[in-house]
């Protein structure tokens, strides 16, 4: 569909189409998701649908807000002006944007809600991972992100579905390819930024769902979400990765990460390189003490981290580099992290983010828990960063 020599008639079909499997398949998986959301938020909210195609969706997201008492002002974006034009022709009334989803056109906060709907699987893992950060910038509550779950039963039972629909060329076409390129949940997870708060389900018939907490704002506002954290050096990983596995909803799920460190007059500010070749800029200030403490940051993704990790070494000064072998659990909402660190050893980060307005020692009253289940010292807890203990023990 993204095709520019297609005829307009091929176009319009192949949204008639895309309605007619939302009808017969349905579109569950983003209800489900979003209106308890919009319940729990003001009487009048703004969403802005990402890749809205005809504009359909954010439609039927409107009427069903209504039904729940909520006015729903909905924004549609697309790449494409044929796409909108035609949601248009046929009765779709809403406001339309023409834009990038890589590069949304909006402020930060703009937004109170963003959605996507069948929409990440036309990005790799790269642009994929922009896509998701940006869906959180511009919004003030959450992202929503639905897609197909790739999978060899997926493939060929959605296979027989779209034969069964007679589909015109292009969703013929279409359909099987998106069948494969589908994101598994655990790719999805991966591409989530870290240090923030979401919701992920499997969601029938094999999909996901995606929840993005909003981005913290100004760090002085109090109603800002914060991380909470602590870390400790750990003796017994072999008995604190059993008992985080006995007690886990999620995981575990490992990563590979490479952070450099520079020099800044406030707070710390380090470059994360991903195994995809992304990477983000992470800004954080901290109290540098044993206990738990309260963390305020901002994540900033890089599509070329090795450009602006030479850019900020030239100006700013490496302070130290930290090379590091993730594993992640997820306790109900606490991320349990077990580090194996290159030149230090193997420690244990547990990390809460807190909602908005909700008091730091609601964090430090789970971390105080979880420590204890997991047989953790308050003796073991450290301060500071990874890359202090590394200047440290080369000092």
């Known amino acids: ?222 109603k800002m979400p914060r991380n909470v954290e602590v870390k400790a050096r750990l003796s017994d990983v072999a008995g604190v990765c059993r008992r985080a596995r006995a007690l886990a909803t999620d995981g575990p799920h490992e990563f590979v990460q490479h952070d450099v460190f520079f020099h800044c007059r406030r707070g710390r500010l380090k470059l994360r390189r991903f195994a995809d070749g992304a990477g983000e800029l992470i800004a954080y200030e901290r109290a540098d003490e044993a206990g738990p403490k309260t963390s305020h940051y901002r994540v900033v993704p890089c599509a070329d981290p090795d450009a602006v990790a030479e850019a900020l070494g030239n100006a700013l000064g490496v302070l130290g580099e930290v090379r590091k072998r993730r594993t992640l659990f997820l306790i109900g909402r606490t991320r349990v992290h077990l580090d194996e660190v290159e030149d230090l050893g193997s420690f244990l980060e547990l990390e809460v983010v807190l909602g908005v307005g909700e008091p730091a020692a609601a964090g430090e009253a789970e971390i105080a828990a979880l420590m204890t289940a997991l047989g953790v010292e308050s003796a073991c807890l450290i301060t500071g960063a990874y890359v202090d203990l590394l200047i440290d023990d080369r000092a």
């Open 1 to 222: 569909m993204d095709d520019p020599a297609l005829p307009l008639a091929d176009i319009e079909r192949a949204f008639t189409d895309l309605d007619r499997v939302h009808r017969w398949v349905g579109n569950g998986a983003l209800w489900r998701q979003l209106l308890p959301l919009l319940r729990r938020g003001p009487s009048r909210q703004r969403l802005l649908d990402v890749g809205a195609g005809n504009g359909m969706v954010g439609a039927e997201a409107r009427r069903r807000a209504a039904r729940s008492g909520v006015e729903l002002r909905v924004v549609g974006l697309d790449r494409k002006l044929a796409h909108l034009v035609i949601g248009l022709q046929q009765g779709c009334a809403q406001a339309l944007v023409v834009g990038d989803a890589l590069a949304l056109p909006f402020r930060d906060g703009a937004v109170d809600v963003s959605i996507s709907t069948l929409f990440q699987h036309h990005f790799d893992g790269h642009d994929g991972r922009r896509v998701l950060a940006e869906m959180r910038r511009v919004v003030s509550r959450a992202a929503v992100v639905v897609d197909i779950r790739r999978s060899r039963l997926g493939s060929l039972l959605g296979r027989g579905v779209l034969k069964l629909l007679r589909l015109g060329p292009v969703a013929g076409y279409d359909g099987p390819m998106s069948l494969d390129q589908g994101w598994t949940t655990a790719e999805i997870r991966a591409a989530a930024p870290e240090s923030v708060t979401f919701q992920l389900h499997r969601r029938w018939p094999f999909r996901w769902s995606l929840q993005l907490d909003a981005e913290p704002r100004d760090a002085g506002d109090p």
